[in-house]
């Protein structure tokens, strides 16, 4: 069946580092995948999303890009904000009318 | 536009009492799915729905769980006979039909005393 893998949190990062919060995938045919984000408190919010192998998406400084050849999806960010502290959840949809799959949710704390 | 809209939310319930969640899409979006957070975990999808439709009712549990979206007003999930492991945050989403972005409201935390 389909699933999803992120890494387990919780990351803490100083203000202005990098980011990587790692996403892999298992599934059959050819997904769309997406990250969202959730603030304290908050429902979820879409990040950015590839819908094909080779995309990258990007938004808020924040990009990722669909690698079909290592089941990847892996989340960047060059210089981290405090505004950035906020559960990052990485998911998968395959074609058609089918739900999310969502990973367990990596926790990221920025501190100034 | 407004986004989609849950109440209450929040909820605090005794066990054996009904937790009734609230959903109203976006406008002119006709599908809605809700999804189950535990805590420290991931969402899991419950129910698809369209309007005056179950299309997928697979992650919903078979007992105590219903779903419906009739043709007006929101979508309701209820709950009967809620026990503490229904505990957690339910949240819909929303989409058009054709599209593929799903747009989440901001949840309902329901507990269980």
């Known amino acids: 069946g389909n699933s999803v893998t992120q890494m387990e949190g919780p990351v803490t990062l100083s203000e202005e580092a990098f980011l990587t919060i790692n996403c892999t995938y298992t599934?059959?045919?050819?997904?769309?995948l997406f990250w969202y984000v959730q603030y304290p408190g908050e429902g979820l919010q879409l990040l950015l999303k590839a819908t094909k192998a080779d995309d990258k998406g990007s938004n808020k400084g924040f990009e990722a890009t669909y690698r079909k050849e290592t089941t990847s999806f892996h989340l960047e960010k060059g210089s981290v904000q405090v505004s950035d502290s906020a559960v990052y959840f990485c998911?998968?949809?395959?074609?058609?009318?089918?739900?999310?799959?969502f990973g367990k949710g990596t926790r990221l704390s920025v501190i100034a | 536009n407004a986004g989609v809209m849950q109440n209450p939310r929040h909820l605090v319930r005794r066990r054996g009492q009904e937790a009734r969640l609230r959903c109203s899409p976006m406008?002119?979006?006709?599908?809605v799915y809700w999804y189950r957070q535990l805590p420290e975990e991931g969402l899991k999808f419950m129910v698809y729905l369209q309007k005056e439709n179950i299309i997928d009712e697979s992650g919903m549990p078979k007992e105590r769980f219903s779903a419906e979206f009739p043709k007006e007003g929101p979508s309701i999930l209820r709950i009967q006979q809620v026990v503490r492991g229904d505990s957690a945050a339910y949240f819909c989403?929303?989409?058009?039909?054709?599209?593929?972005?799903?747009?989440f409201g901001p949840g309902t935390r329901l507990l269980v005393l």
């Open positions: 998911a998968l949809r395959n074609s058609g009318n089918t739900p999310l799959v």
């Open positions: 989403a929303s989409l058009p039909a054709g599209e593929e972005t799903q747009y």
């Open positions: 406008k002119g979006h006709s599908h």
């Open positions: 599934a059959t045919g050819y997904p769309s």
